[in-house]
């Protein structure tokens, strides 16, 4: 599925020259995947609620074989061709969506390398510019390619410029040189040829007085640690509110309960279901929190879409039933 990452990445690309704002072209690209790949997560979803029908006929089954499990067996083929449902049914819309999330994060983390080192490369070339026009805003947030936190900087920092790849900085600075923006492209032959230029260019131009009160954090709040374990500050330029982290994983609890809801489950897979939304909570936590809001935001909007489809496919599965129902009163 490798073929994933620059798929996505190129499409992106693509709509960001239609629509030429980033936060948007975020948008309408997660609206798009997810239109994609609804015929399967309709599938996957009608194949889920008649599993859950079938569970009182399941139980009673496992009841009465639970001495000869080779019968049992035979007795739940025979259930499943009957009420035509499959255990895997709904398996592979879940597969899939982990590979085009995995997708994701690597487009918009190879996307947000991209325009990090533009922006740097940019300001460090012309230091007269006002950087915060160089960055790409989104309502409360200064800069899309850094977290959504008062606990990020807007500009890029030091540790962010050492996470980028070094092709990543040759491909950029050739294009910027390319169109005049800087006077020569990089040509890093390895990761320590590119340290060496962070060491000796980037670290001392972000420690002057041009670029150090961007990324600044205010006195008294540098610093700081809880129990002496996590060391965090607050910037007066800080990148956002955290707001996208608290949306990601209110939508993510509300999602996983809607779900839980819909579907009828015995003790023990109500406490596997329980164990999967502590683990997608905290995957929402962990991901948009610490990487680019422009993730943070495709996670989120993911989030909401898949609670209107859930809704949406729920009240399309009940309609078609009272339809069966009634057409099975009048003998069609």
């Given at each position: 599925m490798n073929f994933l990452n620059p798929l996505l990445l190129a499409l992106i690309k693509g709509l960001q020259v239609v629509i030429n704002n980033y936060a948007i072209t975020i948008i309408v690209f997660t609206v798009l995947i997810k239109l994609l790949i609804m015929p399967l997560n309709l599938k996957s979803r009608r194949s889920t609620m008649r599993m859950s029908s079938v569970q009182p006929q399941m139980k009673a089954l496992q009841e009465k074989y639970k001495d000869d499990q080779e019968k049992l067996n035979q007795k739940l083929q025979e259930l499943y061709r009957k009420e035509g449902?499959?255990?895997?049914?709904?398996?592979?819309?879940?597969?899939?969506?982990?590979?085009?999330?995995f997708a994701m994060f690597y487009a918009m983390r190879t996307f947000a390398n991209e325009q990090l080192v533009t922006q740097f490369l940019t300001f460090y070339h012309h230091p007269e510019i006002d950087p915060t026009t160089l960055a790409d805003s989104f309502l409360w947030i200064r800069n899309l390619w850094m977290p959504d936190s008062p606990f990020a900087t807007s500009l890029p920092d030091l540790q962010s410029m050492q996470m980028i790849e070094f092709e990543v900085w040759n491909d950029v600075s050739a294009k910027l040189a390319a169109s005049g923006v800087i006077p020569q492209a990089l040509e890093f032959a390895n990761r320590d040829?590119?340290?060496t230029y962070i060491n000796e260019t980037v670290a001392p131009f972000m420690a002057s007085d041009v670029y150090a009160p961007y990324v600044a954090p205010i006195t008294g709040l540098g610093n700081m640690n809880i129990l002496g374990l996590i060391r965090f500050s607050?910037?007066?330029f800080g990148n956002?509110?955290?707001?996208?982290?608290?949306?990601?994983i209110l939508s993510q609890l509300f999602m996983q309960k809607l779900t839980m809801k819909q579907?009828?489950?015995?003790?023990?897979?109500q406490g596997s279901q329980k164990m999967m939304l502590y683990m997608m909570t905290f995957m929402s936590l962990y991901f948009c929190a610490i990487y680019n809001s422009a993730f943070a935001l495709y996670w989120v909007v993911s989030n909401i879409y898949a609670i209107v489809e859930q809704v949406m496919f729920d009240k399309y599965f009940k309609a078609q039933d009272r339809k069966s129902?009634?057409?099975?009163?009048?003998?069609?």
């Open positions: 449902v499959s255990p895997m049914g709904g398996c592979l819309p879940m597969i899939l969506s982990m590979f085009v999330l040829a590119m340290m607050i910037y007066k956002g509110w955290f707001v996208l982290p608290i949306l990601s579907q009828q489950m015995d003790m023990s897979q129902a009634k057409a099975e009163e009048v003998g069609i």
